[in-house]
């Protein structure tokens, strides 16, 4: 009876190890993979693969790297030429993005709701009060003109030229988020090469499929392969493609010819294709070069993300927000640089997303004070300059001690305490894995060692009181410090408090 009840439950543990294995593998864990948080070692990352297009390409880092399938998430980076038109796409996660360089518009497709950009003017180069729906309507327009208000009325009705949802600037220094299912699309309209690093949140709760990035393009096709990784290397067609024409042409009310347009079946263009002639669609007058806070909170700073007015709505709610600029700060030296967060309580959709951003400069020899990530994963990405990055992991092993150069990025897992150093220059931009992401310092005027009793600290490191009183208060700042050390240091932090 004994060894029937161990036979009982030795049975049982296999079949709860077989039922684990199958659970991970159907979440699209590869074998190899399975203990995904390995992070004994981290690595300075590079993008592994790029996608071309007719006018700009996509390129990709492996999300099967141990250390990014550990944090949930795929990284891309999107150069678009000038004149170059990213086609509509929408992905199953949640996405963040960050301009790096240029400038462009850019529109997004909400479900339900409505198209508030309208176009009632005629194209550039047609004879004014011509609507587009052919030249008999454009002459009842012109005799409208002339005084026949009937005809003028009828004219209004059907005289719109286009009608979409919003469209808005973007431009260096943009964070912009994306909800999953909702298309997008950017197009360049400045002068040199518009760049966007993005992250997907592919461990989000939104993302009901498996840990990878899945992407849905309503336009174009992709004869290189799919969102990175070997396993998505055929071709990849539109959503409409998969589609019978007739099916097609009877939804839209349209003929077969034009159905099979829409597959676009023939065309090798690629994601991002080049705009032929100008590129006429409904947009606002491009923004100032930074808003001013009482733009963004006209009736105060936001309560709470679930009181905040109209941006509660959907189809209203802004989805970008400028960290670049010096006034928007959350810390500010001059010497040493500066450092500026955005989350939930400052872009109210990143509530929704469950993501937040922050943009970092530094000069010189300057660092930022050691510090950990209380609730989040960190994804930080150089966008110029380098600088040396060291991670200490929870047994208190460095698991990386390297130089992080431009297009480089690193992940710093939830806990793990990190230090930047400087010796020129650096700027970064981080995504975390919260809305409302929070640090603590191991070092500094707020620092945890600071909070902790002098008797704590002598009895913890076995030091003198003394010594003790030079821990919690040599060091003054809150993040950011020269990288110096002794008697000038102290004096320079003396000065600059």
Request: charged letters at 15%; a neutral charge; glycine letters at 10%.
């Amino acid at each position: 009876m004994i060894k029937l009840a161990h036979l009982l439950v030795a049975t049982f543990g296999v079949l709860l190890a077989l039922n684990g294995c199958l659970a991970r593998q159907s979440l699209g864990v590869p074998p190899q993979l399975q203990n995904e948080c390995n992070l004994d070692n981290l690595d300075v990352l590079q993008a592994t693969e790029t996608i071309k297009s007719e006018a700009g390409q996509i390129q990709y880092w492996d999300h099967n790297h141990p250390q990014i399938r550990c944090a949930g998430v795929s990284v891309s980076r999107l150069v678009i030429e000038q004149g170059g038109l990213y086609l509509p796409t929408f992905f199953s996660s949640p996405k963040i993005s960050y301009v790096v360089q240029g400038m462009g518009i850019s529109g997004r497709v909400i479900p339900g709701c409505a198209e508030t950009f309208m176009d009632s003017q005629p194209m550039q180069g047609q004879q004014q009060g011509k609507p587009w729906q052919g030249q008999g309507q454009g002459q009842q327009g012109q005799q409208g003109q002339q005084g026949q208000q009937g005809q003028q009325g009828q004219q209004g009705q059907q005289g719109f030229r286009d009608m979409h949802q919003k469209v808005e600037h973007v431009r260096h220094g943009d964070v912009i988020a994306v909800t999953p299912g909702s298309a997008h699309w950017i197009y360049n309209t400045g002068d040199q090469p518009l760049v966007i690093i993005s992250l997907l949140d592919i461990a989000n709760y939104q993302n009901q499929l498996d840990r990878n990035p899945r992407v849905f393009r309503l336009a174009g096709n992709n004869p290189q392969g799919g969102f990175g990784g070997p396993q998505q290397q055929e071709q990849q067609q539109n959503m409409l493609s998969g589609f019978d024409p007739q099916v097609l042409a009877q939804a839209l009310k349209i003929d077969v010819r034009l159905a099979q347009e829409l597959q676009n079946k023939q065309d090798n263009r690629g994601n991002i294709v080049r705009v032929k002639g100008p590129f006429q669609v409904v947009r606002p007058p491009p923004r100032q070069s930074y808003e001013s806070e009482k733009w963004r909170h006209p009736r105060g700073p936001p309560q709470s993300p679930q009181d905040n007015g109209l941006e509660e709505t959907i189809c209203s709610m802004r989805t970008h927000e400028n960290i670049d600029d010096p006034a928007r700060a959350d810390v500010y030296k001059p010497n040493l640089g500066r450092v500026t967060s955005v989350n939930s309580l400052t872009l109210p959709i990143l509530q929704y997303v469950r993501l937040s951003a922050t943009r970092g400069i530094i000069q010189g020899n300057s660092m930022v004070l050691p510090k950990y990530n209380m609730n989040a994963n960190e994804i930080l990405y150089c966008t110029r300059g380098q600088a040396r990055i060291q991670v200490v992991n929870d047994n208190g092993q460095n698991v990386l001690d390297q130089q992080v150069q431009k297009g480089q990025l690193v992940v710093i897992p939830q806990g793990f305490a990190y230090v930047v150093q400087s010796q020129n220059n650096f700027e970064w931009i981080s995504f975390k894995t919260n809305a409302n992401a929070m640090i603590s310092t191991l070092a500094g005027r707020t620092s945890a060692l600071r909070a902790l009793p002098l008797e704590v600290l002598t009895n913890a490191y076995q030091i003198s009181l003394e010594e003790a009183r030079r821990i919690k208060f040599n060091t003054l700042e809150t993040t950011l410090t020269h990288a110096r050390s002794g008697q000038q240091q102290l004096i320079d932090q003396i000065v600059e408090a």
